[in-house]
């Protein structure tokens, strides 16, 4: 695990959208997994700068995010398919047809999560990962808890992760449940990258740090994978 801490939010944004960036210079038909919330923001905004200036950025790549709410329609601005269209999609030359999130509102959720893994694996699996830190150590919507082998399912969110994540809902319709890609299915990416900024981390970095395995503590499973790059604002 190879750490690198930066003196702001303005600069993990940079470092995050450089690694991106060369990914998918260096191949144009890379399959990018991506996470969702306050910390990536920053570099989806320089990723869509420099693709501003660039002819066929995002033709060729291929993304799956990380996780979607259960039972939020996908135009609701709380829903992470509204996010990515936001703060990415709506702004690079991504073929909507490459760009999935799973489908929160699918009538069998069970069925979505099995036909999620299976766009992943029909793509070749995940060359580059990029995550985000939960306060509990939480990674996509992997509570802790999660065996380090979970495939991509339904999963119920803690109080806290409900709580940290209320901005987008008037209180009392948070949502209860998501769909998340397993931990499973993020150790065999190729490559990772764990984005960590923002209030309230500092316990959860000194966790990782520690470098003890544990499933009650989600992010330590990244010691398990042989190409995870920490960035961490201090
Ligand atoms: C949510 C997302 C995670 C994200 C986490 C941290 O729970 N499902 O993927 O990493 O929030 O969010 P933030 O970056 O807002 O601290």
């Not at 339904?154 to 940290?164: C, G, I, K, N």
Request: proline share 5%; charged share 25%.
């Amino acid at each position: 695990m190879i750490w690198e801490t930066v003196d702001s939010p303005e600069a993990l944004s940079a470092r995050g959208a450089d690694i991106l960036l060369t990914a998918i210079r260096e191949n144009p038909r890379a399959v990018l997994g991506l996470p969702t919330g306050r910390t990536p923001i920053g570099m989806y905004d320089r990723v869509v700068q420099e693709c501003s200036r660039e002819y066929r950025c995002f033709t060729g790549v291929t993304t799956f995010n990380l996780d979607e709410y259960a039972g939020v329609q996908r135009d609701h601005p709380g829903s992470y398919f509204a996010y990515m269209k936001q703060h990415l999609f709506n702004h690079v030359d991504i073929d909507p047809a490459n760009a999935h999130i799973p489908d929160g509102m699918a009538s069998d959720l069970a069925a979505e999560c099995i036909r999620y893994e299976g766009e992943i694996r029909d793509a070749g699996g995940l060359d580059l990962t990029f995550l985000g830190l939960g306060r509990n150590g939480h990674i996509g919507f992997n509570e802790p808890g999660t065996p380090f082998d979970a495939r991509t399912r339904v999963v119920e969110l803690t109080q806290s992760t409900r709580h940290a994540n209320a901005d987008l809902f008037p209180e009392g319709h948070v949502p209860t449940h998501a769909i998340t890609m397993g931990i499973g299915t993020i150790l065999e990416s190729r490559a990772i990258v764990l984005l960590v900024a923002g209030r309230g981390k500092e316990e959860a970095v000194e966790r990782l740090r520690s470098g003890v395995v544990d499933e009650a503590f989600p992010a330590s499973a990244l010691w398990k994978h042989g190409d995870v790059r920490v960035l961490v604002v201090v």
